[in-house]
């Protein structure tokens, strides 16, 4: 079960992770992240200060945008992921190609 | 216990002594009384023998008629005229006998005269009581409680009554209206219990009619014929057991002309209704077999023709229609109409705003006999329409139309609309049935799927004199999608991999087997780690779909050297025991996912390790399913339980390390089953 609140704080859009991300609830992440790029943002934080947990299809979803963001120049931070999670992150290899950090606030500073 | 039978014949030839006995007494007494001789016998004897007669009457018709079974109401009315017909018969022989003779001394004869009279009580008896046991098997065919309590005080009463006939004390006598009043109410009363007429047919009714009729013409004729002999008595002053003061004979007498002529009249009023009552009773056939159409018969067109049909008979239709909504154009099923004729119908429903008869609406049935009133050149007269729904989804409509104006009343709507529903109903089972037979066939194709994928694993993982290498994979699904294997490459060289595709299940099972074909063929080429690694991710880039990614470890394990390369695809860091340290540890080096980055930097997030090994060490490959299994706490299983599971069996067969964190891992999440898949490979060198 998961649920995702997007906010616009300052022209930073904000997507709140609230729960588990798993096979079936990943379907939810990429659809968050999906509207949010549909939208032309730039900028994007993905505050993980709730994320419990993430499989491998969740981790599938951030994957996948990597290419795309790129391409487009969008810059996207993960913040204020658990132990747990990060370390979900760092064992794929994830955590080189995503940019994460501490909080929200160093998240802003970080796409300055 | 006695049979049925055997009871019913003693019972005869019981009630045949005891009337004998009554004919010899009455008669030796009556001979005395002319003679004016002291009586013989004692009066009482001959009045016990008649009401022994009949009571053993009453209990050979009780087991004759009462026990029998599956016996409908006219073999029991047929039974009644029969005994009145041969009784009448009898009696009948008896009084051309007496024209005969004419005026001779022996019709005179007030003893002969006595024995005839024996001879109607007997017969009228036989006509009286068997009527009596057939009328209660139909007063109780539709028994309450309370029918039951009545009919058992009456029967009570009338058994009580023989008792009170041979009782001896005058003051009885004074009570004789009261209990004759007392047993006639009751027979009234229970005459009112008419409901097995409903269930006759017409033909049955008309018979019911015939058979009735006659049996009371022979009530009347014994009547007549009694109640002369007994008048005859009575001037001539001789003694003799008079029917008249027999409260059981008497009310027997009311009781059964009573309910005969009831049901004659009840049949009689009941013939022009009974129609409705057939009608009624095909209504509920035909809804039944609405309903067990889908058990017998295998297709959904059946449904709809039992549909069509049982709404015709039902409603009397001249013609109607089925209209199933189709992709294309509407299927209809017809049934003495045109679909030419249906489309005029329709177009002239159409111009009438009526807007098509396919319209969803609450009201179920609709009558448009007042549309169609205005329709010119066609022959139809008045017509309802009912919607055939599936799963809260219009399916189709039924129309029904009749010649006649104002065909179709209220009731009429009502029941297509049920047979309507009930035809949506077996069309939705039929389907739910399809649908379960469909999944059945898929839960075999996995079945096979996942015999299929088993064989994808190695049956032995390869080993040499160095080693030993055991494993177990378990899916959480049918399928999954964890994957290890190995690869001789030389005598002293082996390459292992495990392996674990980003999700589960199906799509899950054909990443893994893409994985085995690229190590079943880079395994060959003895590439280093490393670059096995940069060419399998090269691989999937162009076959893993844009969401999916492979997390793997590859080991290639040289024995001459005793060393081991290594390197690691972003999957779970390897555990390492090292006997000489006697510590278990991770290896923790870096890596990247295959097809996470599809692109030629993938080769920069990628490091080869190597380290070298001595008899004793064991290294444990595993993927998350094991360290993210949870208990019903929430708590995974974690590195840490993993560590010290293995540090407990280092010095452990390797199998038996293996079955000792399997057997740790489900002891932790207290359950049965996993919701993921789970690998585990144990290396342990000699």
Not at chain 2, 102 to 109: C, I, K, P, R, W
Not at chain 2, 348 to 355: D, G, I, Q, S, Y
Not at chain 2, 625 to 643: F, H, P, V
Request: with cysteine; aromatic share 12%.
């Amino acid at each position: 079960m998961v649920d995702i609140k997007t906010i616009n704080e300052k022209g930073i859009e904000v997507l709140k992770i609230v729960g588990e991300v798993d096979a079936s609830s990943s379907i939810q992440l990429d659809k968050a992240i999906h509207d949010v790029l549909e939208k032309g943002h730039k900028k994007i934080i993905v505050d993980c200060g709730s994320l419990e947990y993430i499989s491998s299809a969740g981790l599938g979803v951030f994957m996948s945008y990597i290419e795309e963001m790129k391409k487009n120049g969008v810059q996207m931070v993960l913040v204020g992921l658990n132990p747990k999670v990060k370390n979900v992150f760092e064992i794929l290899g994830l955590d080189q190609l995503l940019n994460t950090a501490k909080n929200k606030e160093e998240g802003k500073i970080m796409m300055k | 216990m006695f049979k049925a039978k055997a009871i019913a014949r003693l019972a005869a030839f019981l009630a045949t002594v005891a009337w004998f006995t009554w004919l010899v007494t009455g008669v030796s007494n009556i001979f005395s009384h002319n003679n004016a001789l002291p009586l013989e016998v004692n009066p009482q004897v001959p009045l016990i023998a008649v009401n022994l007669f009949l009571l053993f009457m009453y209990v050979f018709y009780k087991y004759r008629i009462e026990r029998a079974d599956n016996v409908n109401f006219i073999d029991l009315l047929w039974r009644v005229f029969v005994t009145g017909l041969i009784t009448t018969v009898i009696s009948i022989f008896f009084k051309v006998i007496m024209i005969l003779l004419g005026e001779t001394a022996l019709t005179q004869d007030s003893m002969f005269l006595f024995f005839i009279y024996t001879v109607n009580f007997g017969l009228m008896s036989s006509v009286l009581i068997s009527s009596f046991s057939v009328f209660r098997r139909l007063i109780l065919y539709q028994k309450s409680k309370i029918l039951i309590t009545v009919w058992k005080v009456f029967h009570y009463g009338l058994l009580v009554s023989l008792v009170y006939n041979v009782l001896p004390f005058p003051f009885l006598n004074n009570i004789f209206q009261y209990y004759l009043f007392f047993l006639v109410v009751l027979g009234l009363v229970l005459s009112a219990n008419m409901k097995w007429v409903a269930y006759l047919n017409f033909r049955q009714k008309w018979k019911g009619i015939l058979l009735i009729g006659l049996a009371l013409f022979y009530m009347g004729y014994f009547i007549w014929t009694i109640y002369n002999l007994s008048t005859d008595f009575d001037t001539l002053g001789i003694p003799y057991n008079d029917y008249k003061e027999n409260v059981f004979f008497i009310a027997l007498i009311a009781f059964i002309f009573v309910y005969t002529l009831f049901s004659l009249l009840v049949l009689l009023f009941n013939l022009p209704t009974s129609s409705v009552f057939e009608q009624k009773l095909e209504e509920v056939v035909n809804f039944q077999k609405l309903s067990q159409s889908i058990q017998t018969e295998q297709s959904e067109d059946r449904v709809y023709d039992i549909l069509l049909e049982s709404s015709v008979s039902t409603v009397f239709a001249q013609a109607a229609w089925l209209e199933l909504n189709h992709i294309s154009s509407p299927v209809y099923y017809c049934y003495n109409i045109s679909e030419d004729e249906i489309k005029k119908i329709k177009a002239h429903l159409e111009k009438k705003k009526v807007k098509g008869i396919l319209e969803k609406g609450p009201d179920k049935t609709r009558n448009l006999t007042r549309v169609l009133r205005s329709i010119g050149g066609s022959r139809f007269r008045s017509m309802i329409v009912a919607p055939v729904v599936v799963k809260n989804e219009q399916i189709g409509v039924i129309a029904l139309l009749k010649e006649v104006s104002d065909g179709f009343n209220r009731e009429m709507e009502q029941i297509v609309s049920t047979f309507a529903n009930q035809a949506g109903i077996s069309i939705e089972n039929f389907r739910l049935l399809s649908e379960a037979l469909q999944n059945e066939r898929y839960m075999e194709e996995l079945k096979i799927a996942k015999r299929v994928q088993s064989s994808l694993l190695p049956a032995e993982p390869e080993s040499n004199s160095d080693f030993d290498i055991v494993a177990f994979s378990g899916a959480a699904d049918e399928v999954g999608g964890d994957y290890y294997d190995t690869h001789k490459i030389n005598d002293h060289k082996i390459a292992l991999i495990i392996g674990d595709v980003s999700g589960k299940g199906t799509s899950a099972a054909f990443h893994m087997s893409q994985m085995k074909g690229i190590f079943q063929s880079l395994g060959q080429l003895n590439l280093s780690p490393k670059l096995f690694l940069i060419k399998a991710n090269n691989a999937l880039s162009r076959c893993l779909d844009k969401a999916s990614f492979i997390t793997a470890t590859y080991f290639m394990i040289d024995s001459k050297r005793k060393k081991v390369s290594f390197a690691r695809a972003g999957h779970c860091p390897t555990l390492y025991f090292k006997k000489k340290k006697n510590k278990v540890d991770f290896f923790k080096n870096k890596g990247l996912g295959l097809g996470i980055l599809r692109n030629e930097s993938f080769e920069d997030y990628i490091q080869e390790s190597q380290f070298s090994y001595d008899p004793g060490d064991i290294f444990v490959l595993y993927t998350d399913g094991i360290t993210e299994a949870k208990n019903k706490k929430g708590e995974e299983y974690g590195y840490d339980r993993l560590i010290d599971i293995l540090d407990a069996h280092t010095e452990s067969e390797p199998g038996n390390i293996r079955e000792a964190i399997i057997a740790d891992l489900y002891k932790f999440i207290e359950s049965e089953t996993l919701d993921d898949d789970y690998t585990i490979v144990i290396v342990k060198f000699n």
